[in-house]
C-alpha cells in the first residue's frame, strides 16, 4: 500500500471516519444532489448568453405558437372566435412546459452522453442518477415558465383574454399545478429511460411523444372533435386533467376541452362536463399511475444500461 | 514522382505540378464533393429508419392537431387543405434549419468541420451537397404527409395551372435551400446559440409565413414575409395554385409574380451564402471558433 492509498493522502481521518458516510445522508444528500442539479441545469441551459436573449428566446416559441392559434380564431370565427381565446392560449402556454420537461429530461441524458460525453462521470458520482435528472428537468421546467408567464400575459394584455384575478380558483390552481408539474417530470423520466436505451437518432423521439400527447390532451382543440377511442386515450393521460383543471382554475366558466354533449367522457360518467373535485381526482390518480410507470421503466432502463455498459457508449450524434 | 503519382492520383513532375490542377479536376472534384455530402442523406433514407418515422411522424401530428383546430371550428373545407399543405412544407422548413444552418454547428461538435475545411474542395460544394440530400430526403417525407394527411382528412386540391405549381415548387426549394446556406455558413461562428436560433426560426417563421392560414391576414408583416421568407413566398404561391377555387383573402401578389420572388431569392440566396461563408471563414479563423467544440 503507497502512502498516496493512506487516510492522510485521502483526507479521511482513520481514526474518526464514520463508515455510515459511504451510506450517505439520506434525505440531506438527496436534497443537496437536487439542488445542485437544478442549478447546473439552468447554468447550462441560461449562461450562454445574457438574461434578456436568453428571455426572447425562451418566449418566442410558445408565444408564436398562441399567436398562430389565435389567428386561425380570427380567420375562422371571426369576433365569435374570441371566446375560444381563452382556450387556445392557455392550451398553447401549458405545453410550454410539457416541451421542456418531456424533452428536457431526455435530452440531458442525450446532451451528457453523447455531446459533452460526461454521462459515465455523472452515474458514477455519489449523487442518485434519477435525482439528478429530476433536477435538471426541474431547471428545464423553470426554463419553460417564462414562455407560460409572457404567453398568458401577451394574451390578456394585447389580445383582450378576460381575465379576472378575483375569480381565480387559487386552491385549485396550486392543486392542478402540483399535480400536473408533478407528472411532466414523470413523462420526461419515461422518455430519458428511452433515450437511455436508443441510439444517436432519439434526439427528435421526445418531441413526436410530445407531439402525439398534443393531439390527445385537448390542448388547443376539444377532444370530442376526436374519434371516441382517441378522446379514451386522452382521458387516460394526465396532461389532458392537468391543462382543463388549469382552464377551469384560471377562467371559470369558460370552454372545456374534455367533456361537451356527445364526448367519451359524457358517455361514460352520465354528465355533459366534469366538476372541479372530478378534474382533481382524475389527475391525481393518472398522474400517480403514470409516475410511477415512469420510474419503474427508468429503474429497468438504468439497469439494463449498466449491464450493457450502454451509459459508456456514444454513437457519434 | 511515382509515390506522388499513387497519392494524388495525377502526372506531375513533383508535387507543385500535381497540385496545380486542371478546371476540370477541380469541377470533378466539387462534383464528387456534392455526391459524397448528399449521399448519406439519401441512403440515409433507408439504412435509419427511425429518421423516416419521426420525419414523418413530427410534421403529421403537428398538422393532425391543427386539423382538428380547423374542425373544431367547423371551417371550410379549404381550410384542412391549407393547414396539409402547410404541414408538408414543413418538413422542408425543418431540413433547412436543423440539417443545413445547424449542421456545421453539429461538425463542428463531432470535430469534422476541421476535415471539411483540410480537404480539397470548395466548402460550396459540402453546401451543395447537404442542400441535394436535404432536398431529397424532404421530399420523400413531404409527399408522404401530403398523401397520408390528404388522404386521412378528405383533402381536395383544385388545380389549374400543373406546370406553374411544379414551377413554383421548384422555386420554392430553390430559395428555402438558398437560404440554408446562409443560414449555414452564418452559424458556423455560432456555438450553443445556434441550437437557440434553430428553436427561434421554427414556431416565429411559422406565425409570420402563415404556415396554417392564407399569410395575407396578416397584413403589413404577412406582404413582409412574402417578400423575404422563400416559406412564405412559396406556400402562398402554392395555397393559390392548389386550391384555385377557394376564396382568398386579398393582399399577396398573384402566384405569377410571386415566382419572380421566388427566383429573385434563389439567386440572391446562393451568391449571398458564398460571400457570407467566405467572409465568417474568415472571421472564425481569426477568432479560432472552427474548432471550438462545445461553447
Known sequence: MTAMAGPAATGIDGARFDPSRTEGRGLA??????KVAVLLGWKLEANWTDPFLFFIYSVAKPLSSALILVVMLEVIGGPA????????????????????????LAWSVLEDRERYRVLKYVYVSPADFLTVLVGRGVARIGVGLAGVVITLMVGVIALG???????????MLVAVSALGLASIIGLGLLMAGVCIQTRQESWSYPEAFAGALFLVTGAVFPLVVLPAPVQIV????PLTWWIAGTRQALFPGGPGSVGGPGSAFASTFGHPDPSAGEIVLALLVTGTVVTLAAVAVFRLSDRR?????LYDRTTGS | MAATMDLV???????REAAAWSRRQVLMTNLRSIRGRAYPRVIGLVREPSWVLFEILLPF????????????LD?????????VLGGALTAFWLNVIWMMANQLYWEKSQGNLELYFAAPMHFMAILFGMAVGGMVMSSTRAATVLLIAGTVYGVAFSVDQWALLLGVFVLTLGALYGLGMVLASLFLVWGREAWHMGQMLTEPVYFVSGLNFPVARLGFVGALSVAVIPLATGLDAMRQLAFSDAAFPIGTPPPVVEVAILGAMTVISILGARWMLATMERRARRDGRLSVRWQ
Do not use: C, E, M
Not at chain 1, 374570441?82 to 410539457?98: C, D, M
Open chain 1, 29 to 34: 444528500d438527496t436534497l443537496r444532489s437536487f
Open chain 1, 81 to 104: 372566435g374570441k371566446a375560444f381565446r381563452p382556450f387556445v392560449i392557455v392550451g398553447s402556454a401549458l405545453w410550454a412546459f410539457v416541451l421542456n420537461g418531456v424533452a428536457g
Open chain 1, 161 to 171: 383574454v378576460p381575465f379576472d384575478i378575483g375569480r381565480v380558483d387559487w386552491p
Open chain 1, 234 to 237: 386522452g382521458l387516460l393521460t
Open chain 1, 305 to 309: 444500461a449498466k449491464r450493457t455498459g
Open chain 2, 9 to 15: 492520383g495525377r502526372a506531375g513532375a513533383g508535387p
Open chain 2, 61 to 72: 401530428l403537428g398538422t393532425s392537431a391543427f386539423v382538428f383546430v380547423y374542425r373544431a
Open chain 2, 75 to 83: 371551417a371550410p373545407p379549404q381550410y384542412v387543405g391549407f393547414v
